[in-house]
Every structure is written in structure tokens, then in C-alpha cells.
């Protein structure tokens, strides 16, 4: 499959219908155990010594293809699924830390990785520090003897800032620190973190790998040895197991994956152009907006999701969201339903205020999650609302 284009691999990675009867589709395996051909087969898939599949927690063939497929969108070498995204955050932050470590991670995080990371603190005493990543000696400066993970999001969630992924992935080589990246908000059509040197990169594929908001789950890609390990230790004996019949979901939104991502960014940047002139909205944040030059070297679209602060205080923000209509008022993204959420009392509500403000998290800052509609529903529904203020 290497020479073949993103869209070929999208829909044909992983897989040959040869070892499977010929089914053009992937078929779904929906076991939890596989039969041994006799009890020395059994000792010998045990030891490791032949192939072939023993538990559907340690491997299964619809969630194996999943999981070639995603390494080959992703340029990684090997993959892994999880039952969500955070059970794939949690397998590589566990894999890759031990007691008395530290953890740099980006100033914006997804709210339970936050919340995760505060976990690790207090039961563990691996320590974090929040760094902006906007340049080498500040980078530097939060390096640490015990610094093991470098772990960020780009464009972060909620505000959109763009992190520079081949600056961190350099200065992180020099003290030999793997680089984790979130890159559910771009998926590997967008943005592929590992072709800019980073390590791991970890997704929610609850949002735009899956894109019909109908199943959690999680994925992680890296290099083989590391995906072995985690597969070995912390998917197996943590066991956040993605299930078959979700795999197999997986694998049929992928294959609309380059098709959705360009038209969601297609209605993203439509929407965009749009709140720029509004004047009830103060800021309007879109990875195309950025000025830093970060947006040309690493994202191909602008992706489905926009920021924007409006003129007033919470209670402007959660007015808007009352004078929405057939916009859901739900959290999530990148599903087909156009989403719309306020991050400082939903997302993002369990970081603590004085942080959330470091981050860019004001109060009347919405997250809206552009969906595959008529984009001239969705602006006229959000303008209508916009203009009830
Ligand atoms: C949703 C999300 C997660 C968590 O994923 P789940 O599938 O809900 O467990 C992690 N990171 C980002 C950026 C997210 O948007």
C-alpha cells in the first residue's frame, strides 16, 4: 500500500479481502475467544511462538485492521485501539511514566487529560508543568532531569492555538523525551504529527476517524516496540479494549474520512468569514487565522471546529446557546450534527478557574463543532441567534 494516495488508504488499508473469503467489506468478529487447533498450538500462541489470535483483548482481526489502517494514515508504524480516547491517553501517559517523573504538557488540554495529569500528581507524584511551546528556551526551560513526556494538543482545544509540532519534536530529540500528540482535532488528513518527528500521537476517534457521533473510542500510533509494549502491559492488563463491532463502525467512517474533512472545512471557513464581520463576536479563532506561520508547514485544511468570544459575560454566552434551534447544544465534535458547547461551563469546567484563564478559556468563549449541513442552515440558525442578543 505505500505508494497508494490518503483517500486509497482510507478505505482499502489494512486489509486484503483474499484472507477473508473475498469480503469486500471488513467482516466483523464479534468474539470474545479464538479456538486452538490443539493443546501445543495453545502453549505456542501463548509463548508467543506462533501467530494467531487467543482473546479478543490482546487482539482480534476487526480491530487489528482498524489498527493498520490508522498507522497507515497516520505514516506510523504500528497502531492500537482503545475503547475511547481517553483510555488511549491514559495506556501511553502509564506506559511511558513511573513514579517521581514529570510530564510537560501544552498550557490547553482536553479537560480530562487535565484532570488526568492532576491525577498522576496526587497519587503518583509525577509532576507536570504547562508550557506554551512557542520557542526553543522556553521549551528548554521547562525540561527537566525527570521529564519523560512531552505530551501536547494542536490545535489546542478549545482556544486553537497552533503548536509548532517539528520545533517541540527538536528540541524534545535532543534530551531524547518522546513527543505525544492529541490530534483529534485534524485527524491524519489534516495534520501527521509523526512525518514532524513527533513519537505517539493518540486520538479520540469518537470525533471526526469515526464522524458520526455514535461510538466512543480511542487510537494510539507510534513506533512498533512502543505500540508492542503498551499493547502488552497497559491495553492488556488495563484493558480499555475497543470492541469489535465498534472497530468495525470505525473502520466505515474512515472511509469517508478525506471526503468529510474537506467539506467541513469547506463550511468551517464559510462560517468563519461570516463571525469575522458579526458584531456581536469580539474574537473569532480558525487554524487558517493563525499568523505565526505554524498553520503552512504542518495542516493541510483549517479542520471543523471554531472558537469565538462574544461582547458580554457568561450570560451572553449561555443566551446564544439558548437562542440556537436546530443546532444541538452538545458537546463533542467532529460529527455529521453541527454541536455547539460553552467550554468554561461544560468542556472545560473541571479546570480550575485561574488556570482556565491561562489558558484562554473566557466566559464567553464557544466552541462550535461545524457539521456536514447545508452551511447556509447553520449560519442562518447562528446568526439568527447571534442577532437576538
Ligand atoms: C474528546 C477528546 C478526548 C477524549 O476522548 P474520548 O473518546 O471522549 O475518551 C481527548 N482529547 C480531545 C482533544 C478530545 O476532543
Same mark, same amino acid.
Given at each position: 500500500?505505500?505508494?497508494?494516495?490518503?483517500?486509497?488508504?482510507?478505505?482499502?488499508?489494512?486489509?486484503?479481502?483474499?484472507?477473508?473469503?473475498? +469480503?469486500? +467489506?471488513?467482516?466483523?468478529?464479534? &468474539?470474545?475467544s479464538f479456538r486452538f487447533k490443539s493443546a501445543e498450538h495453545g502453549e505456542k500462541s501463548f509463548l508467543g511462538e506462533e501467530d494467531g489470535f487467543i482473546y479478543t483483548r490482546i487482539g482480534n482481526p476487526t480491530i487489528n485492521v482498524l489498527e493498520e489502517r490508522i498507522a497507515e494514515l497516520?505514516?506510523?508504524? $504500528?497502531?492500537?485501539?482503545?475503547?475511547?480516547?481517553?483510555?488511549?491517553? $491514559?495506556?501511553?501517559?502509564i506506559a511511558l511514566t513511573k513514579a517521581n517523573d514529570h510530564i510537560l504538557a501544552s498550557k490547553g488540554l482536553y479537560g480530562s487529560s487535565f484532570s488526568l495529569l492532576k491525577m498522576f500528581q496526587e497519587k503518583y507524584n509525577i509532576?507536570?508543568?504547562? %508550557?506554551?511551546?512557542? $520557542?526553543?528556551?522556553?521549551?528548554? +526551560?521547562?525540561?527537566k532531569p525527570e521529564t519523560s513526556v512531552i505530551y501536547i494538543e494542536t490545535p489546542i482545544n478549545p482556544t486553537m492555538k497552533l503548536i509548532d509540532l517539528e520545533l517541540v519534536s527538536r528540541v524534545a530529540k535532543e534530551h531524547d523525551i518522546p513527543?505525544?500528540?492529541?490530534? &483529534?482535532?485534524? +485527524?491524519?488528513?489534516?495534520?501527521?504529527?509523526?512525518?514532524?518527528?513527533?513519537?505517539?500521537? =493518540?486520538?479520540?476517534? &469518537?470525533?471526526?476517524?469515526?464522524?458520526?457521533?455514535?461510538?466512543?473510542?480511542?487510537?494510539?500510533?507510534?513506533?512498533?516496540?512502543?505500540?508492542?509494549?503498551?499493547?502488552?502491559?497497559?491495553?492488556?492488563?488495563?484493558? %480499555?479494549?475497543? %470492541?469489535?463491532f465498534d472497530a468495525w463502525?470505525?473502520?466505515?467512517?474512515?472511509? &469517508?474520512?478525506?471526503?468529510?474533512?474537506?467539506?467541513? $472545512?469547506? *463550511?468551517?471557513?464559510?462560517?468563519?468569514?461570516?463571525?469575522?464581520?458579526?458584531?456581536?463576536?469580539?474574537?473569532?479563532?480558525y487554524p487558517t487565522l493563525d499568523q505565526s506561520g505554524i498553520f503552512e508547514k504542518q495542516m493541510?485544511?483549517?479542520?471543523? =471546529?471554531?472558537?469565538?468570544?462574544?461582547?458580554?459575560?457568561?450570560?451572553?454566552?449561555?443566551?446564544?446557546?439558548? *437562542?440556537?434551534?436546530?443546532? *444541538?447544544?452538545?458537546v463533542s465534535l467532529g460529527d455529521t450534527e453541527t454541536l455547539i458547547e460553552h467550554p468554561a461551563t461544560m468542556t472545560h469546567v473541571v479546570i480550575p478557574e485561574e488556570e482556565r484563564r491561562k489558558m484562554g478559556i473566557s466566559d464567553t468563549l464557544i466552541r462550535l463543532s461545524v457539521g456536514l449541513e447545508d452551511v447556509r442552515d447553520i449560519w442562518s440558525d447562528l446568526e439568527a441567534a447571534l442577532n437576538k442578543l
Open positions: 500500500m505505500e505508494k497508494k494516495h490518503f483517500a486509497t488508504k482510507a478505505i482499502h488499508g489494512g486489509y486484503d479481502p483474499n484472507e477473508m473469503k473475498g +469480503s469486500v +467489506s471488513v467482516p466483523l468478529f464479534q &468474539t470474545a497516520e505514516s506510523a508504524e $504500528s497502531g492500537i485501539a482503545f475503547s475511547s480516547g481517553m483510555g488511549a491517553i $491514559s495506556a501511553v501517559l509532576s507536570f508543568s504547562l %508550557s506554551d511551546f512557542e $520557542s526553543e528556551a522556553e521549551i528548554r +526551560s521547562h525540561i513527543v505525544v500528540v492529541d490530534n &483529534t482535532f485534524s +485527524s491524519p488528513y489534516i495534520q501527521r504529527p509523526i512525518e514532524h518527528g513527533c513519537d505517539i500521537v =493518540v486520538h479520540s476517534a &469518537t470525533k471526526y476517524i469515526n464522524g458520526h457521533g455514535d461510538v466512543i473510542a480511542g487510537l494510539a500510533v507510534g513506533k512498533k516496540e512502543w505500540i508492542d509494549e503498551i499493547r502488552a502491559t497497559t491495553l492488556k492488563d488495563i484493558g %480499555s479494549v475497543i %470492541s469489535p463502525l470505525m473502520l466505515r467512517g474512515l472511509k &469517508t474520512l478525506p471526503v468529510r474533512m474537506d467539506r467541513h $472545512s469547506d *463550511n468551517a471557513e464559510y462560517i468563519v468569514e461570516r463571525l469575522l464581520k458579526h458584531p456581536q463576536v469580539e474574537n473569532v479563532y493541510a485544511r483549517g479542520g471543523g =471546529v471554531i472558537a469565538f468570544e462574544l461582547k458580554g459575560d457568561k450570560k451572553t454566552a449561555q443566551k446564544l446557546l439558548n *437562542n440556537i434551534s436546530f443546532i *444541538n447544544v452538545a
